[in-house]
């Protein structure tokens, strides 16, 4: 076990001959006395951003945060509940609250919505505002979204970077307009409403003006984007990823290697590395050697981003964390909150907090809770009693250090939940136990944390809605008010 030890902590001679846990718990609460130095010497950095990074942990809520640090803490042979992700060392940060127009709880369309235009919206909604009625096409204003303001009015450059299809709800949110996440090809669309002139959202990010259309943008969804003859599911006959590379300096790339080879200075990148969602973490060693990890493209990203004279918005979402929540996959969504956790190391390493400011933040939470466990206890194994064996719950079951509220994991109707008898319930494919069965776990409605460094940071503080965060970027970015 690797302990930080603090030089103020002044260790008495006694308290080195505790046992191992005992001596980690003395050292690390001496931690808040030097927490309390750093937040002394900090001054509000009230100049303009040049750029600015938006990491949105889809379905991240505080519960997730909290079971990802233990859980990358005890990866990394260490005590987990005082690990530290690489934003819960970010000096500023806050509660955000999540409802939409028409709900307590929201889905990502609107949640990122929020956050990108400064508008609310209805739950599906893709950059319109709060006027939209799900699926009608023209019932609600396009609002413009920070990318689009910032390429247009600012002259920066724009990067999207997800692990789901790029037309899928959150980065939807960073480029396009619809008032329903569906749309995301034309045969998902109603004849209504592209005969009305709506358009897909696959199409709205590679056919968009020189002027708004992103930089860089690397995920899944391929299918989105190629025809029905290129092996896709578009019906209209464009094949969009083929109208990207014929611009002069465009790229279209389908692996890591295909990527870093496009990496070029001014050149135009549209990655993608599968067919609509891509490969959770967990799958990656036998399944997909040659895709890029969210590390990787974020780095990419930065990579041909950072030669930009005006700087970039950049939106990096971990789009698995919900997904796998949704499945009941708990193994597999913590660890793609420990690669959010990388990407947004990277990203704090090949920037520079005087210039960037970098805001990691949630679109909606789950339901996950916390339940008990010892210190030293398998994050995703179950409560122990003083024998080692499982504690037993009122039902005389073993209780899981971590419950879903909801989820394809809650007992059958008119049954009990299992007794767990013989299941790694730390297995990658296991689907965690959850109070009610839902066959896809349900978003929750309490508040998301937000981090930040950088310019403007300072503003990300106190109990925030969810549509300020964008007002906080708009503002670090110095854009008036309205877009002209
Ligand atoms: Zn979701």
Redo the contacts with the bound molecule.
Sequence with gaps: MTLRIHPCAGLAAGVVALSISMTAVAVQAMEPQAALEAALARQPATEPAKNIILFIG??MGVSTVTATRILAGQRAGVDGASYDLAFDTMPYGGLVRTYSVDGLVT??ANGASAITTGYRTINGGIGVDGAARRGVCDTARNVPTLAQRAKRELGKAVGVVSTAALTD?TPAAFYAHAPTRSWQSDVDMPPAARQAGCVDIAAQLVLADDDLRPDIALGGGASFFRTEAEGGRRKDGQDLAALWSARPNAAVVTDRDGMNAALTAGRDMLGLFAEVNMPHEVDRPTATPQIPTLEEMTRAAIARLATEPQGYVLLVEAAHI??A??AGLLNASLTEGIELSKAVAAARELTDPADTLIIVTA??S?GLTINGGERGDDVLGLIKGPTGAPRLAGDGKPLPILLYATGPGGPEAGEGRPALEGVDVTAIDHVRQAGVLIG??A?TGEDVPAYADGPGAYLVTGSMDQPYLFQVMRHALRLPAEAP
């Design positions: 889809d379905g889905d990502s709800a919900d997904k929540h949704h679109d909606h789950h896809s776990a978003h």
